[in-house]
């Protein structure tokens, strides 16, 4: 298995421009997580999806951050238009849900370096 | 809404020494979880607590969740230089599939 898969690794972009990154989770994952990690405020959980809907999305920060999930293997996060304080890696996680009451591990992709000028 | 502190910030040791980590949530979780993540890397899960008071063990790693699921420590006994990395607990609530992350420690070590 390839494990998540995360594009681009790194994107440098100037402020104002809309920007994409791109996962593709671990097949037959059913959960699937947008992390942001900075150093002042560590590692957030910005949205999550259980078969393609999105559950939960309370830590999306503000309108200019969208996230898709259009089917299984693939989502997306949205930031348009960027500021310099979006900068932060982005990760990407998935998850099966093991059973009742039971919380499955989460997969990390190895994440997108994002840097806006 | 739910918080989850994790002591210390940072930590350095000598190569040999123990190190030790401690999580405490502001509210009863139903497991907890502990990822390590490498410099530049991302995070890796390495085990989940459910039971109260349970302890689990990884070969130098000790694993322990408190009696009233509010509180847990990861121990490394005689680190080694593999140990450097950010060590993150994430507690979970009842029912839920989403993890609430400690601020993590940042291990490093004096070879």
């Known amino acids: 298995d390839a494990g998540v898969i995360q594009s681009p690794r790194h994107e440098v972009t100037e402020m104002g421009q809309e920007v994409t990154l791109r996962c593709k989770p671990i097949?037959?994952?059913?959960?699937l997580f947008w992390y942001r990690q900075t150093m002042m405020r560590g590692l957030e959980l910005l949205i999550y999806f259980n078969n393609n809907v999105p559950i939960d999305d309370s830590g999306m920060p503000e309108d200019r951050f969208s996230a898709k999930m259009p089917n299984a293997s693939f989502s997306t996060l949205k930031i348009q238009p960027s500021e310099p304080r979006d900068s932060a890696v982005y990760f990407c996680?998935?998850?099966?849900?093991?059973?009742?009451?039971?919380?499955?591990?989460?997969?990390f992709g190895p994440g997108t370096r994002l840097t806006v000028l | 809404g739910q918080q989850v502190m994790q002591i210390p910030q940072y930590q350095h040791v000598q190569e040999g020494e123990d190190f030790t980590t401690y999580c405490n949530s502001s509210?009863?979780?139903?497991?907890i979880q502990w990822y390590k993540q490498r410099p530049g890397g991302h995070p890796v899960f390495l085990i989940q607590?459910?039971?109260?008071?349970e302890v689990k063990k990884q070969k130098r790693l000790t694993f322990q969740f408190g009696e009233a699921k509010k509180n847990s420590s990861l121990h490394i006994t005689a680190t080694q230089t593999t140990d450097v990395g950010t060590y993150f607990c994430?507690?979970?609530?009842?029912?839920?599939?989403?993890?609430?992350f400690g601020q993590g420690t940042r291990l490093t070590i004096n070879p």
């Open positions: 509210t009863t979780l139903s497991n």
């Open positions: 996680a998935s998850s099966f849900k093991a059973g009742r009451g039971h919380t499955d591990t989460q997969y």
């Open positions: 994430a507690g979970v609530n009842q029912g839920a599939q989403k993890l609430v």
């Open positions: 097949s037959g994952h059913d959960y």
């Open positions: 607590l459910v039971k109260s008071g």
